[in-house]
């Protein structure tokens, strides 16, 4: 029972600081390459500088610092929880990555951008609420 | 525009693979219950040794890529909501690939984060 529950709040905190760690390393990826500027020409030449440009960037370097550090909150909740109940849960980050994008980068989202989010956080609470396992007799 | 449809397909393809096979990789390593560096260590090492782990890590890699170009040519709340499409393949692949059984409620969970990226792609 005390084991359950302790398991529980370790389930729950790495939850939310899968949420959190994915969605801040994502927004300064985003601020990163705004900085590098649009990837348009594919040669040989044009590709090496936009990787030297990409990885000499500090906004890079601290969103693959935050990913990193969610890449391995992940892993640790995947030990132990299942993919099926994992990935629906931690898509909430879908609201929160547009929220940041619009508080912090004042990236303009319209209306109808905000309702397919919704639609979205909507569908994701759907497929969470269906039972992880659906390989047994029903 | 098709270059943005690309880098999500490739984002959302590549991406749920490698979620899959580190997951099953995970699996074998088994639960992680202690957090102290040496046997986060341990557990780094006993992963590294499975192939499955190396394939998922390669497919997460060029979704990565694939996110940075993403994000050079759209806004983050744009192309980040645009990656939910990964429930649909999730859910086809299930199907259609494992033969796994895919409830109605599932279903209609699908059809509504299609919808929402479409809008989203609208908006």
């Given at each position: 029972?005390?084991?359950?529950?302790?398991?529980?709040?370790?389930?729950?905190?790495?939850?939310?600081?899968?949420?959190?760690?994915?969605?801040?390393?994502?927004?300064?990826?985003?601020?990163?390459?705004?900085?590098v500027g649009?990837i348009d020409a594919?040669?040989?030449?044009a590709l090496a500088r936009v990787f030297l440009d990409t990885?000499?960037?500090?906004?890079?370097?601290?969103?693959?610092?935050?990913?990193?550090?969610?890449?391995?909150?992940?892993?640790?909740?995947?030990?132990?929880?299942?993919?099926?109940?994992?990935?629906?849960?931690?898509?909430?980050?879908?609201?929160?990555?547009?929220?940041?994008?619009?508080?912090?980068?004042?990236?303009?989202?319209?209306?109808?951008?905000?309702?397919?989010?919704?639609?979205?956080?909507?569908?994701?609470?759907?497929?969470?609420?269906?039972?992880?396992?659906?390989?047994?007799?029903? | 525009?098709?270059?943005?449809?690309?880098?999500?397909?490739?984002?959302?393809?590549?991406?749920?693979?490698?979620?899959?096979?580190?997951?099953?990789?995970?699996?074998?390593?088994?639960?992680?219950?202690?957090?102290?560096?040496?046997?986060?260590?341990?557990?780094?090492?006993?992963?590294?040794?499975?192939?499955?782990?190396?394939?998922?890590?390669?497919?997460?890699?060029?979704?990565?890529?694939?996110?940075l170009a993403?994000?050079s040519?759209?806004?983050?709340?744009?192309?980040?909501?645009?990656?939910?499409?990964?429930?649909?393949?999730?859910?086809?692949?299930?199907?259609?690939?494992?033969?796994?059984?895919?409830?109605?409620?599932?279903?209609?969970?699908?059809?509504?984060?299609?919808?929402?990226?479409?809008?989203?792609?609208?908006?």
């Amino acid at each position: 029972m005390s084991s359950s529950r302790s398991l529980h709040t370790k389930t729950f905190v790495l939850i939310v600081l899968v949420v959190l760690l994915s969605s801040i390393g994502n927004v300064l990826l985003s601020v990163g390459m705004k900085r590098v500027g649009a990837i348009d020409a594919w040669s040989v030449d044009a590709l090496a500088r936009v990787f030297l440009d990409t990885f000499t960037n500090p906004f890079i370097w601290l969103g693959i610092g935050s990913l990193l550090a969610f890449f391995i909150c992940y892993l640790a909740l995947l030990s132990w929880a299942d993919y099926s109940f994992v990935t629906p849960v931690s898509a909430i980050g879908y609201a929160v990555v547009p929220l940041l994008g619009w508080a912090l980068l004042g990236e303009s989202v319209s209306d109808l951008r905000w309702s397919g989010i919704a639609c979205i956080c909507g569908g994701v609470l759907l497929i969470s609420r269906t039972p992880p396992s659906t390989t047994g007799p029903s | 525009m098709l270059q943005t449809v690309l880098g999500i397909a490739v984002i959302v393809l590549a991406g749920t693979g490698g979620e899959i096979a580190v997951s099953h990789a995970m699996k074998q390593v088994g639960e992680v219950t202690s957090f102290r560096p040496a046997a986060l260590a341990r557990t780094i090492v006993r992963a590294a040794r499975i192939g499955w782990m190396w394939i998922g890590v390669a497919l997460m890699a060029l979704a990565f890529f694939a996110l940075l170009a993403v994000l050079s040519w759209s806004p983050v709340s744009f192309a980040v909501p645009a990656t939910a499409l990964s429930y649909a393949v999730g859910a086809v692949g299930a199907r259609f690939l494992l033969g796994e059984q895919v409830s109605g409620a599932r279903w209609l969970g699908v059809t509504l984060v299609c919808l929402g990226v479409a809008l989203v792609w609208m908006g």
